[in-house]
């Protein structure tokens, strides 16, 4: 089954950048999606198709993929953003979630 | 404005069965998949089961045979029914909605999820 690898955390300056990866076989070769999940509430998506933002989130959030390596990247971090972070394709007919990223804003 | 309702949590026993609901409004139901999506308190995602809107179903390895997806778009509502229940599947159980009508269709909506514990 495919998997994906997440670094289990980040830390990130407030107003630095933060760059948050997932890693797949050939993940260049599929769509990613990126969730955003703060403590104790459900999941938001912040990343479609990539490179999508869905309306309401911040021009801050960027997504890219390429090779074996896809990238979320949050500019100018703001201690909002502190949240677990979660990357997702489709394989196989199957949903696929990484493991997570804590993001730390310090 | 979309809402996802899960119910149906609770304390089992293992081995045991219990049925989760999702009741939906704010958005045509029978147009749109819909899935069940699952979280262990403190850990990662895991994607259970997906339905389409016309009813093709899809199954994580780790539930099927156990759990199965079912949907009354008369009632605009989403269901689970897990059988066999084991320790592992103690976690958040989410009701999430995609934004197509297949369940490869990525997901936009997602409900505040429902605590199922199976322990003895």
């Known amino acids: 089954s495919y998997e994906l690898t997440q670094p289990l955390s980040v830390s990130v300056a407030l107003g630095q950048t933060a760059r948050i990866s997932c890693g797949g076989n050939n993940i260049g070769s599929k769509n990613v999606y990126w969730y955003q999940q703060k403590s104790g509430q459900a999941p938001v998506l912040v990343i479609y198709?990539?490179?999508n933002r869905p309306s309401g989130i911040p021009e801050r959030f960027s997504g890219s993929n390429s090779g074996n390596t896809a990238t979320l990247t949050i500019s100018r971090a703001q201690a909002g953003d502190e949240a677990d972070y979660y990357c997702?394709?489709?394989?196989?007919?199957?949903?696929?979630f990484g493991g997570g990223t804590k993001l730390t804003v310090l | 404005e979309v809402q996802l309702v899960e119910s149906g949590g609770g304390l089992v026993q293992p081995g045991r069965s219990l049925r989760l609901s999702c009741a939906a409004s704010g958005f045509t139901f029978d147009d749109y998949a819909m899935q069940w999506v699952r979280q262990v308190p403190g850990r990662g995602l895991e994607w259970v089961s997906g339905?389409?809107?016309?009813?093709?179903?899809g199954y994580a390895d780790s539930v099927k045979g156990r759990f199965t997806i079912s949907r009354d778009n008369a009632k605009n509502s989403l269901y689970l029914q897990m059988n066999s229940l084991r320790a592992e599947d103690t976690a958040f159980y989410y009701c999430v909605k995609s934004v197509g009508p297949n369940f490869g269709d990525y997901f936009d909506y997602w409900g505040q999820g429902t605590l199922v514990t199976v322990s003895s």
């Open positions: 339905i389409s809107w016309n009813s093709v179903l």
């Open positions: 997702q394709v489709w394989d196989s007919s199957t949903w696929v």
């Open positions: 198709r990539v490179s």
